[in-house]
Structure formats: C-alpha cells, structure tokens
C-alpha cells in the first residue's frame, strides 16, 4: 500500500527523512516494500539571491550574475532572460547533481568563469519541458542558503508498505500514521470531521433495508445541491500518488477517505435509485448486473448485491453498477459507508475475477465502528470543497455492534515471556499511544479498540508491547534447561550412508517433482492395468504435467538422463532419493522411499549391478540375491535382474528396454534400477563383529571349464561352495570367455578356489581330495568339460 | 716373474680404468682373473719356482689379484651408479598428465546445504523429525490457525487432493504432529518438501525445501529464540554475520518475526545480492501461538515454545549466487558437479 509520506505527516511530526523514518516503521511491524525518493537525484542545490547582474562582454545572450548562496556569493553565467536583480533562484553548486544524471561543475562560458547554475523548473525535474520556460524564480520571503529539497518539498516520497492480513487498520494513511505515532512517541492528530447539516432530512428520500448477515452495518447520507467538477489539486496529488485516477470531486471524496481511513464508500446517483429505496440482499442466481467498468457480471445467491427497489445498483464491497454512476449533471447523491463479512467480498471478488481497493480492503475485515468518523470526514470534504449540502441525519443499520474488548496481563509474564526487562510504565506508554486503554498496575487490565480485533490474548499484547519497544532490544539468550539429546534416527543414518555409497561409485545426486504426468506409465511401457497406475490424484494441478504423484521414480529420473542426453553430456550418472506416493484406501498414502539410479556411456550392467553390490556391502546385508527378471516391460528381458534381500523383492535393476529408451529420445543404451530402501534397511546389519585374521596359509586352485553357455555363474559358485564345505574359503569368477575354439552354445569360466583351514594348514591331499570332488560334481550336475 | 707380475697389475688397473660399463668389466675380470685368465696362468707357472722365490711371489700374486679385485670392485660400484643416474634420467615422466582417478560423484547442492544446516542444528541438541508430504488439511491448516476461508490459504496456493488432503504447503505441520507424539522438552528441525500451485519460473517452483525449528519447553522465551537462531547465522554464514528481528504476521507465532541477515557478499554495505538493503530476508519465526501449543496437547501455562521455518533453494540460491531456481530440478551433470 502507497502512502505518500508528506501526507502521513500532516497527522503525525515525525522530524526524519523518508528513509530513516521507512526503516523505524519496517522495524515496528509495518514492513516496507520499497521507499520511491522524489528529490532523490538532486545534490547540492541550494536557494540563492540574486544580487548583481551584467552583460556578457562577449555574448549578447548571456547574463554574468552574482549570487548569494549564503556562505558566500559566486559568479555564475547564465543564458535565461527572465531573471533581475533581488530574484531568489535555485542554485546548483559546483559539484551538484540534477535528475537525469546531470552534474554541475565550474567552467568558463565564453572566457568568464562560471561556479554553478541557476535552474528551471524542467532541470530540477518537477515540470515538462513545455510547461515553463526559463529560471525558476522563487518567493520574496525564501530563505537563502537553504537545500533547494526543502524548499520545495521535495524531500519527501512515497513509501509502499506490505499490510498483512491481520491488520486491516494499517491499510490507510490515518493508520500507519497511528502506526508512526506510537513508534516515534509523538501525537497524532485528529481529523477533521466537522460540518452542517441542512433542514431537509434524509428520511424524506430515502430508506435502507438489510436482508443478509453479511452485511454488518449499512449507513448512509444525502448529499443534495451537487456540482460535480474537479476536485481540488492537492486532493488530486494525494489520489494521484496513490495510483487512483481523479474523476470528479462526489468520487473523488470518497476515495480520498477510502486512502486517509481505510473505509471504502460508494456515491450512487440519487435520480437513479429506484423507489427511494436501497436493499442490501443476496443476489439471484444468474443475475446479471453491468459494473462501473462496463462489463455484465453474472451474479449467484452466494454474492451480495445493494439493490434499489428494482435491481441491484452495486455489488456489494467490491464495485458499483453503471446504472446508477455518477455523472457530470448528478445533482444528489448517496453516500453509501457500510461494513460487509471479509471473507464473503473475497470470495465474491474471486468468483468475479474482480479485486478492487475496496475489495482488497473489505477482505481483511474492516471495523465496522470506522464508519463513523469515515462518513463525517466525507460530509466534511463535501462542505470544504463547496460539492453540495448534507442532508439532515443519517440511516445507520447496526443490529450487532462491535465493542472494544478487555484482557488482562501482568507486565511481569511479558518480561518472562520475552525473555527481557521492560518498565511498567514504559509498557503503560506504548499501549497508550497504540490507542488501548490501561488500567491496573500488577495486573494490566486493557482495553482494546475495536479496529485491534487482531489483539485477543496476552501473546498479541507482549508483541505489541516489544515491536514498538524494539525487537533490536531482546536479548540473544541460548535455550537453558534440560539438555536434550539430539541423534539421527536409524533411518536418517542408513539414507547417509546409501548416499555415501552412490557418490562413491560416482553418482550424481538428482533431484526430480514429486508430481508426473500420467502420460509418463506409457512411455515406460507400463501395461494399462499395472498397479503403478493407480495414483494419488492432484485436484487443481498446473498442468497435466504435474497432475498424480508418482508412484515410480524411474520416468522422472529417465527425463533427467534424457535432458543430459539432448545438451550432449556424455557420460551420465545419476541417483536419485525419491518417495513414492502409494494409495492406501485411508486419507493419507503410503509414502515410501526409493533409490533410483540412471545411467547411460560407458557403462554396462555389471557397473550398475556393482554399485548396487557396494551398496549392500556397506549395509552389511548378505542374504541378498540377484534374479533373472523377464517380464518387466520396462526392461531389457535378458539384461535384467530382480534384487531379493531376505526373499523380500527389493527391487530391480537393468538395461532399459529399447522401446523405452526411444520414448526417451536416448540413442545409447541406459542402465536403471529402482531399490526400495524400507526392505534394504530391514536387512541392514548395523553391527559389524571382529573376525580373528586367519593363522594359517591358504591354498590356491584355478578351474577351467566348458559350460552350456546358459547355466548361470551364480548356480555353478553355489555348487562349489556346497561341495567344498568348510574348507572351501571363497570362489572367485576370473574369465569368461565364447568364440573361438568353443564349441556354439558352450562357453568357457574360469574360477579361482581358494582352501583354507582355521586350525592347521592344509596338506596338499587335502586339497586335492576337496577339489576334485569338486570337478566331479560339476561335470556331474552341469556336464562340464575340464579344458 | 715379479716383472710379469707388475705388468699384469698395470695392464689390469689401465683396463678396467678404461671400462665404461658393467659388462667391459666382467671381460676384464674374466681376461685378468678367471680360469683361463692371465694371473691364473702365472699363479700356475709357480710351480717352476723355486722354494725361496715361491713365498715370495706368492705373495706378490695375491697383493696383484688383491688390488684388482679391489679396482674391479670400486669401478663396478662407480659403474653401477651411473648406470642407474642414467636410467632415472631415461625414466623421466610428464607428471603434468592427468592422474588416474575412478570418479567420484557429488550430492545435490540442496542436500549438501541442508547437511550443512543439520549438523549445525544438531550441535545445538535438535533432532531431526519428519511428516509425510501428503498431508491433512488439519495438521496443515486447521491445527496452525488457519481455517477454512483464512486469507493466508489464498497466499499459499494450495494443491489439493480431496477436500481434507493437500500437499503440505509448509513443514509447519511437523510442530502438531511432533508435539502429539513426543512430550516436552522438545527440540526439532523438520526439514522437507513442501508444495505450492506456482507456476514455473526463475524464482518459482512448485516443489521447494523448507526446514522448519520447533522448541518447546518451561521458560522457553523471545531471547531464546533469537539466541538460537542468531547461533545459527553466525554458523552457517559466518562469525561476522550479523542478525536483524523485524515484527511480521503469521497465524501460528505470536510474537512473530522475520529475520534478516546481514549481506554475505557485501558484509551490509548494499549490493547486487540484497538488493542495496544490506539485509537479506532468511527465515520466519515467532513463539508458538497458545491455541497451537494446545492442539498439540500441550499445556500453555504451563510450557512455552518457539518455532522457526526457512526455505532452503532460496539460501542455497544466496550461498552460490544462483539466479534460477529451475537448474535445481533439471540435473544437468554440469550443474551437479560444480558443487
């Protein structure tokens, strides 16, 4: 909200500048959003008196002039005409700067020295060009030497205040003005609100019906014998500065108040208020109503109108109706000063797409007591501007009035509360000057005005009482008491440590919306009737875009890879840390976390299925196993894997399918898993336990052998382990190899044995009983030819 | 004899002088001392010689085979370390090629930043809590003061997904769910996701981080808070930052403030970054409104609490002078390794 800072000091003296006194008030509660300086380019530009003049020896135009800035008196060449001898001017000294950038130095003007300039209007920035014409020249009695800012009133600006929702009494000038008061401990003045009545009353041309709670009070005046014409400049400005275009002195007024008090008001034109009579009602269902702005708003039982006695003539706290506007001939007029439900004006203003200042007020609940002074203060303006005569009385409907509110508090809990120590008296002060009246010494007993609806409880006393006092003074106290013990829960632990693992195996974290399409299950190929697709639906999403959350997080993460793969990154590794949002049949989903993983250049499954192995590592789950997975029409069906922990399917890992990668623009091939760490962190094994190093030699042993090319590593490591029972220590793959000189449909692994025994070291007999038992079984089971 | 003797001697000591490596010296060894090598031979003419001449040249032969040995052994050593000062000097590498590393990744800049304000917090005896993201209207609106048809629902654009679920548009609701389950003394951050129906832009994203700070204990009071917090600054910014308190609105802390630190880049003299203020917005905060303490079954005669709730893109936006928030959520691989 804009207030014009020289009109927020005709209430109040502050005795700062615009800054200093936007930064106090910011520090007492009323935030500013931005401070706009008029003078803020003009430096060193002071009052000067003329006192001598001469022609130029060399130039017929110009004028050598000697000024008097005071201090002391300085030559300057100037080339206006309209200036003599005792002119008070404005001087730019040397080292001055005007708006636009302009700065002033000494110089000669055709070989005289010149130490300044004497300005116009234009160069001082507060004319167009066209409007003035040569130096301005100031009143006989202005002082001399004086910043040219003052004299002008220039100092001053406009500060635009952001008004939060719960103060609806600072959003007036008259309100941050009280604001202002109490923060600089000076008076505030009151309004002027005084005028005459004429003998002819109101009753006599008017009545006022209220049919819906929603309004709280109704009031109104006649305004009779109107001259509509323009209002006068200086209300202009005010208006102007505000961002309100002036219109006609009737309208004018009753913006003018709407900006000083906050109160909204409305003037109908009487000659069309039908039946004398005003109704303020619900509206009908498609009702149709055309609004000052000429647009036919199309109107339902929720919104309420003010009707004459055929049809509504506003809407109501949101805009008047272009069939009863003032207009240039409108000789009488209803001043119409109401308080309407907050919240009604605001959804109605939503509905219509229609926010208006008085909307934009009436929705944080005005005081309805404000009336008062706002309807009397406009009759004021009425008779100060010469608009027309005020008829005798008022209509006022107000069933269920508004009275100030008591509560009781002892300074002493504010001091404990706040954590500091504020004098009683000095409490006593700041209520006071916020308006509130206080009685009792050990226990305050406050009085709350009615435009405060926003302080109901001790808390919103104690904040009253330190933003006025300083929020600077509290002090800086660390927390005493109890220690409490912070530590990271199971689960926060092991997400660490499963991040670690993934940025050690050189993965990137991503971070990807928690909201997908639902276009995204068929681009991973996702059958129709697949549970993933049923999700938690968004009601008013952005787009469809962002419109169910996900219930995987492969699509999300293949969008990143793709995005990478489009601006030519080469090598991609990614994880992410993603929920998942499961519906669970109650009010909330399930929300589970997932790794996902996505990787594509110079990786293949083993790097993938490695990461994935580290990981299980760290987290000391060895009852992990890796399953051949066909069916997931997601991936590659001979390139993927189910991961098992403990039985329990932990997820899966694997070359996206061809298909998908193409949905996904990606010409290379991509790696993928999806692990769920609820399952891991239920396996996690989180004590690790000391084993003795062993004590005595290992043996080695190397087997070599052809193999159907279809029986799996994993099933002929198993039969090893099985065979060499305890002596066997570990089985290690080291070569794969197919083509030449093996027969098609075998192939050729070659594994490294390693024997060991706890207690003694082991004869070669040993060993080679155990080995060979070995290769029997093997050639047994799997046919396989020693090479 | 003695004359062959000494001539052996010289021609031997000239030979290996003038031997430039390992292997010319082993023919020399070979040529003066081996089987068939010249002492040899003379040492086997001995026989001739008479009793009185043997000791002598005996004697002789060995001080001879002595001295060569000797010589032979000296250049060998001089030899050998200057043929391994030439292989060191053959061995030369660029070392200003690259190493050979396995790469290691990197954490999002958001996770690394709000790691960084966990362990500050934790320091500070604050555990870390959690709520889930699809929320109740309750614990997200109702429970935080804020009724259906409030003001402050239309300044937080809401996403819904029934008339009594949304996406939590803060992580405010962690306090109830928080104060329901764990009795005072209580100590948390909840850091976390939370959801707002703005459209995409430089500064706008519909998913963003906060971390919300929830004290509640006996005697918990204003300065606490400010104590806690301005720790936190001077932590996570630095020593010299400085903290400012300013009065503002919200309807779950009452007093309730926002708080502004002095501008890292600038140190508070006005820049780019603070928009020439010299202040940069942080975090809200204020004491925990009676009726909340209440919803969450806790007594406020009897205890009293602050809470406090900041956004992370933006203080990673600050920290890192990044002016889009949209590059948090793209991933570019050049975007994530740069942190």
């Not at chain 1, 519906?583 to 994935?612: A, H, R, T």
């Given at each position: 909200?804009?207030?014009?800072?020289?009109?927020?000091?005709?209430?109040?003296?502050?005795d700062k500048?615009i800054?200093?006194?936007?930064?106090a008030?910011?520090?007492?509660?009323?935030k500013?959003?931005e401070v706009?300086?008029?003078g803020?380019e003009?430096?060193?530009?002071?009052t000067g008196?003329?006192?001598?003049t001469?022609?130029?020896p060399?130039?017929?135009?110009?004028?050598i002039c000697?000024v008097?800035?005071?201090?002391?008196?300085?030559?300057?060449?100037?080339?206006?005409s309209?200036?003599k001898?005792g002119d008070?001017?404005p001087?730019a000294?040397?080292g001055?700067?005007?708006?636009?950038?302009?700065?002033?130095?000494?110089?000669?003007?055709?070989?005289?020295e010149?130490?300044?300039m004497?300005?116009?209007?234009?160069?001082?920035?507060?004319a167009?060009?066209?409007?003035?014409?040569?130096?301005?020249?100031?009143?006989?009695?202005?002082?001399i030497?004086?910043d040219?800012?003052?004299i002008?009133?220039?100092?001053?600006?406009?500060i635009d205040?952001?008004?939060?929702?719960n103060?609806?009494?600072?959003?007036?000038?008259?309100g941050?003005a009280?604001?202002a008061?109490?923060t600089?401990?000076k008076?505030l003045?009151?309004?002027e609100?005084?005028?005459?009545?004429?003998?002819?009353s109101i009753?006599n041309?008017l009545?006022v019906?209220?049919?819906?709670?929603l309004?709280r009070?109704?009031?109104?005046?006649?305004i009779k014998?109107?001259?509509?014409g323009?209002?006068?400049?200086?209300?202009q400005?005010?208006l102007?500065?505000?961002?309100i275009?002036p219109?006609?002195?009737i309208?004018?007024i009753t913006n003018?108040v709407m900006?000083e008090?906050?109160q909204?008001m409305?003037?109908?034109d009487?000659r069309?208020?039908?039946?004398?009579k005003?109704?303020?009602?619900?509206?009908?269902?498609?009702?149709?109503?055309?609004?000052?702005d000429?647009?036919?708003?199309?109107?339902?039982?929720?919104m309420?109108?003010i009707?004459?006695g055929?049809r509504?003539?506003g809407?109501?706290?949101?805009m008047?109706?272009?069939?009863s506007?003032?207009?240039e001939?409108?000789t009488a007029?209803?001043?119409e000063?109401?308080n309407?439900?907050?919240?009604?004006?605001?959804?109605?203003?939503k509905?219509?797409?229609?926010?208006?200042?008085?909307?934009?007020?009436?929705?944080?609940?005005?005081?309805?007591?404000l009336?008062?002074?706002?309807?009397?203060?406009?009759?004021?303006?009425?008779?100060l501007?010469?608009?027309g005569?005020?008829?005798?009385?008022?209509?006022?409907?107000?069933e269920?009035?508004?009275?100030?509110?008591?509560?009781?508090?002892?300074p002493e809990?504010?001091?404990?509360?706040l954590?500091?120590?504020?004098?009683k008296e000095?409490?006593?002060?700041?209520?006071?000057?916020l308006?509130?009246?206080?009685?009792?010494?050990?226990?305050?007993?406050?009085?709350?005005?009615?435009f405060r609806?926003?302080v109901?409880?001790?808390e919103?006393?104690a904040?009253?009482?330190?933003?006025?006092?300083?929020?600077?003074?509290?002090p800086?106290?660390?927390?005493?008491g109890?220690t409490?013990?912070a530590q990271?829960?199971?689960?926060q632990?092991?997400?660490?440590?499963?991040k670690?693992v993934m940025?050690?195996?050189g993965?990137?974290?991503a971070m990807?919306?928690?909201?997908?399409?639902?276009?995204?299950?068929?681009?991973?190929n996702?059958?129709?009737?697949?549970e993933?697709?049923?999700?938690?639906?968004?009601l008013?999403?952005?787009?469809e875009d962002f419109?169910?959350?996900?219930?995987?997080?492969?699509p999300?993460?293949?969008?990143?890879?793709?995005?990478?793969?489009?601006?030519?990154?080469?090598?991609?590794k990614?994880?992410e840390i993603?929920?998942?949002?499961i519906?669970?049949g109650n009010?909330?989903?399930n929300?589970y976390?997932?790794l996902?993983?996505?990787?594509?250049?110079?990786?293949d499954?083993f790097?993938?299925?490695?990461?994935?192995?580290n990981?299980?590592?760290v987290?000391?789950i060895?009852k992990a196993?890796f399953?051949?997975?066909?069916?997931?029409s997601?991936f590659h069906p001979?390139?993927?894997?189910?991961?098992l922990?403990r039985k329990?399917?932990?997820?899966?890992?694997?070359e996206?399918h061809?298909?998908v990668?193409e949905?996904?623009?990606?010409?290379?091939?991509v790696?993928?898993?999806?692990?769920?760490?609820k399952?891991?962190?239920?396996?996690?094994?989180?004590?690790?336990?000391?084993?003795p190093?062993p004590?005595?030699?290992?043996?080695?042993?190397?087997?070599a052998?052809l193999?159907?090319?279809?029986?799996?590593?994993s099933?002929?490591?198993?039969?090893i382990?099985r065979?060499?029972?305890?002596?066997i220590?570990?089985?290690?793959?080291?070569?794969v190899y197919k083509?030449?000189?093996?027969p098609?449909?075998?192939r050729?692994?070659?594994?490294?044995?390693?024997?060991?025994a706890?207690?003694r070291?082991l004869?070669d007999?040993?060993?080679n009983?155990?080995?060979?038992?070995?290769?029997?079984?093997l050639?047994e089971?799997?046919?396989?030819q020693?090479? | 004899?003695?004359?062959?003797?000494k001539?052996?001697?010289?021609?031997?000591i000239?030979?290996?002088?003038?031997?430039?490596d390992?292997l010319?010296l082993?023919?020399?060894?070979?040529?003066?001392?081996?089987?068939?090598?010249?002492?040899?031979?003379i040492?086997?003419?001995?026989?001739g010689l008479?009793?009185?001449?043997r000791?002598?040249?005996?004697?002789l032969?060995?001080?001879v085979?002595?001295?060569?040995?000797?010589?032979?052994e000296e250049?060998?050593?001089?030899?050998?370390?200057?043929e391994?000062?030439?292989?060191?000097s053959?061995?030369?590498i660029?070392?200003t090629?690259?190493?050979?590393n396995?790469?290691?990744?990197?954490?999002?800049?958001?996770?690394?930043?709000?790691?960084?304000?966990?362990?500050?917090?934790?320091?500070?005896g604050?555990s870390?809590a959690?709520?889930p993201?699809?929320?109740?209207d309750?614990?997200?609106?109702?429970?935080l003061?804020?009724p259906?048809n409030?003001?402050?629902?239309?300044e937080?654009?809401?996403f819904y997904?029934?008339?009594?679920?949304?996406?939590r548009?803060?992580?405010?609701?962690?306090q109830?769910?928080?104060?329901e389950?764990?009795?005072?003394p209580?100590?948390?951050?909840?850091?976390g996701?939370?959801?707002r129906?703005?459209?995409?832009?430089?500064?706008?994203?519909?998913?963003f981080?906060?971390?919300?700070?929830l004290?509640v204990?006996?005697?918990?009071t204003?300065?606490n808070?400010?104590?806690t917090?301005?720790?936190?600054?001077?932590k996570?910014?630095?020593?010299?930052?400085?903290t400012?308190?300013?009065p503002?609105?919200f309807?779950?802390t009452?007093?309730?403030?926002?708080?502004?630190?002095?501008?890292?880049?600038?140190d508070?003299k006005?820049?780019?970054?603070?928009?020439?203020s010299?202040?940069?917005?942080?975090?809200?905060?204020?004491?925990?409104?009676?009726?909340?303490l209440?919803k969450g079954?806790?007594d406020?005669?009897?205890?009293?609490?602050?809470?406090f709730?900041m956004g992370l893109?933006r203080?990673v936006m600050?920290k890192?002078e990044?002016?889009?928030?949209?590059l948090?959520?793209?991933?570019?691989?050049?975007?994530l390794?740069?942190f």
């Amino acid at each position: 909200m804009k207030v014009p800072y020289k009109w927020l000091c005709e209430y109040v003296n502050i005795d700062k500048n615009i800054n200093e006194a936007a930064d106090a008030l910011t520090i007492s509660g009323s935030k500013v959003e931005e401070v706009i300086e008029f003078g803020k380019e003009i430096d060193r530009v002071v009052t000067g008196k003329i006192i001598k003049t001469e022609k130029h020896p060399d130039a017929d135009k110009l004028t050598i002039c000697k000024v008097d800035v005071k201090d002391e008196v300085i030559q300057i060449v100037t080339g206006a005409s309209n200036i003599k001898e005792g002119d008070i001017v404005p001087v730019a000294l040397h080292g001055s700067s005007l708006p636009g950038g302009v700065k002033i130095k000494k110089g000669k003007l055709r070989g005289v020295e010149s130490n300044g300039m004497l300005c116009s209007e234009v160069e001082l920035g507060i004319a167009d060009e066209n409007s003035v014409h040569g130096i301005m020249i100031l009143k006989e009695d202005t002082p001399i030497g004086e910043d040219i800012k003052k004299i002008l009133g220039l100092e001053g600006g406009i500060i635009d205040f952001e008004i939060t929702s719960n103060r609806a009494d600072c959003f007036s000038v008259y309100g941050i003005a009280r604001e202002a008061a109490a923060t600089f401990d000076k008076e505030l003045k009151k309004i002027e609100t005084s005028f005459n009545e004429t003998d002819d009353s109101i009753d006599n041309y008017l009545s006022v019906e209220v049919k819906s709670s929603l309004c709280r009070r109704y009031a109104a005046r006649m305004i009779k014998d109107v001259k509509i014409g323009p209002s006068p400049e200086w209300m202009q400005e005010k208006l102007r500065q505000c961002d309100i275009r002036p219109i006609n002195n009737i309208v004018d007024i009753t913006n003018y108040v709407m900006l000083e008090l906050g109160q909204p008001m409305h003037a109908f034109d009487y000659r069309y208020v039908k039946g004398k009579k005003i109704i303020v009602r619900t509206a009908q269902d498609d009702e149709k109503f055309k609004t000052l702005d000429g647009v036919e708003r199309n109107l339902n039982s929720s919104m309420l109108v003010i009707a004459d006695g055929e049809r509504p003539i506003g809407i109501a706290g949101v805009m008047g109706g272009e069939n009863s506007e003032i207009k240039e001939d409108t000789t009488a007029v209803i001043f119409e000063c109401a308080n309407f439900d907050g919240t009604n004006v605001r959804l109605t203003s939503k509905k219509l797409g229609l926010r208006t200042d008085a909307s934009s007020k009436y929705e944080k609940d005005i005081d309805p007591n404000l009336i008062d002074i706002a309807l009397n203060r406009a009759c004021h303006l009425v008779e100060l501007l010469g608009a027309g005569k005020v008829a005798k009385g008022v209509i006022d409907i107000y069933e269920n009035r508004v009275e100030p509110y008591t509560l009781k508090v002892s300074p002493e809990w504010i001091n404990k509360f706040l954590g500091i120590e504020i004098e009683k008296e000095e409490m006593r002060k700041i209520l006071k000057n916020l308006e509130m009246k206080v009685y009792g010494d050990d226990v305050f007993e406050i009085e709350v005005p009615t435009f405060r609806q926003d302080v109901k409880i001790k808390e919103d006393v104690a904040e009253e009482i330190i933003r006025i006092y300083g929020y600077d003074k509290i002090p800086v106290k660390k927390i005493i008491g109890e220690t409490v013990e912070a530590q990271w829960t199971l689960e926060q632990t092991l997400i660490k440590k499963v991040k670690n693992v993934m940025v050690s195996c050189g993965l990137y974290e991503a971070m990807t919306y928690s909201f997908i399409s639902p276009k995204v299950f068929s681009l991973i190929n996702l059958p129709e009737n697949h549970e993933l697709r049923n999700t938690v639906n968004i009601l008013n999403p952005l787009g469809e875009d962002f419109s169910v959350m996900k219930t995987t997080g492969i699509p999300s993460l293949l969008e990143c890879l793709k995005r990478n793969y489009k601006r030519d990154n080469k090598e991609v590794k990614l994880f992410e840390i993603s929920k998942v949002y499961i519906p669970s049949g109650n009010q909330l989903p399930n929300e589970y976390d997932k790794l996902i993983i996505g990787m594509y250049g110079k990786v293949d499954f083993f790097d993938l299925k490695g990461v994935i192995e580290n990981l299980l590592n760290v987290l000391g789950i060895d009852k992990a196993e890796f399953e051949r997975e066909e069916n997931s029409s997601i991936f590659h069906p001979g390139r993927t894997a189910k991961l098992l922990v403990r039985k329990k399917n932990a997820g899966i890992l694997g070359e996206i399918h061809p298909n998908v990668a193409e949905n996904y623009e990606i010409e290379d091939r991509v790696y993928v898993a999806e692990i769920d760490l609820k399952t891991l962190f239920d396996a996690a094994k989180n004590e690790k336990r000391y084993k003795p190093l062993p004590k005595f030699p290992a043996v080695s042993r190397d087997i070599a052998m052809l193999l159907d090319e279809n029986i799996s590593v994993s099933d002929i490591e198993k039969a090893i382990l099985r065979e060499g029972k305890e002596l066997i220590e570990s089985v290690k793959l080291f070569d794969v190899y197919k083509g030449k000189q093996i027969p098609e449909g075998l192939r050729s692994l070659a594994f490294s044995l390693t024997f060991r025994a706890e207690d003694r070291t082991l004869k070669d007999e040993e060993v080679n009983k155990v080995h060979e038992s070995i290769i029997n079984r093997l050639k047994e089971k799997f046919n396989a030819q020693l090479r | 004899m003695e004359q062959q003797l000494k001539n052996i001697k010289a021609e031997a000591i000239e030979e290996i002088r003038k031997a430039k490596d390992s292997l010319k010296l082993d023919e020399a060894r070979v040529k003066f001392l081996g089987k068939k090598g010249a002492l040899t031979s003379i040492l086997r003419s001995m026989g001739g010689l008479s009793p009185q001449e043997r000791p002598i040249i005996g004697k002789l032969a060995n001080e001879v085979r002595e001295d060569i040995e000797r010589a032979l052994e000296e250049a060998l050593k001089e030899v050998k370390e200057k043929e391994k000062a030439a292989r060191l000097s053959l061995e030369s590498i660029d070392i200003t090629m690259p190493g050979r590393n396995s790469e290691i990744g990197n954490l999002h800049p958001i996770t690394k930043v709000l790691d960084e304000i966990k362990e500050i917090f934790f320091g500070m005896g604050f555990s870390i809590a959690e709520g889930p993201e699809v929320e109740l209207d309750y614990y997200n609106f109702e429970a935080l003061n804020i009724p259906k048809n409030h003001p402050a629902r239309d300044e937080q654009d809401t996403f819904y997904i029934s008339d009594s679920v949304v996406l939590r548009t803060q992580t405010s609701p962690v306090q109830i769910r928080t104060m329901e389950n764990i009795k005072p003394p209580i100590r948390i951050i909840a850091p976390g996701r939370v959801y707002r129906s703005d459209a995409v832009d430089a500064t706008h994203s519909p998913t963003f981080h906060q971390i919300e700070g929830l004290v509640v204990d006996k005697g918990i009071t204003m300065a606490n808070l400010y104590g806690t917090l301005d720790t936190f600054a001077k932590k996570f910014f630095g020593e010299k930052t400085r903290t400012r308190f300013r009065p503002h609105h919200f309807p779950f802390t009452e007093p309730s403030a926002e708080m502004d630190i002095s501008c890292h880049v600038c140190d508070g003299k006005g820049c780019r970054v603070c928009k020439g203020s010299g202040w940069i917005e942080i975090l809200g905060s204020g004491m925990v409104h009676p009726d909340v303490l209440r919803k969450g079954g806790i007594d406020p005669e009897v205890y009293s609490g602050f809470a406090f709730g900041m956004g992370l893109e933006r203080i990673v936006m600050k920290k890192f002078e990044i002016d889009d928030i949209r590059l948090f959520y793209e991933n570019d691989i050049r975007f994530l390794k740069q942190f």
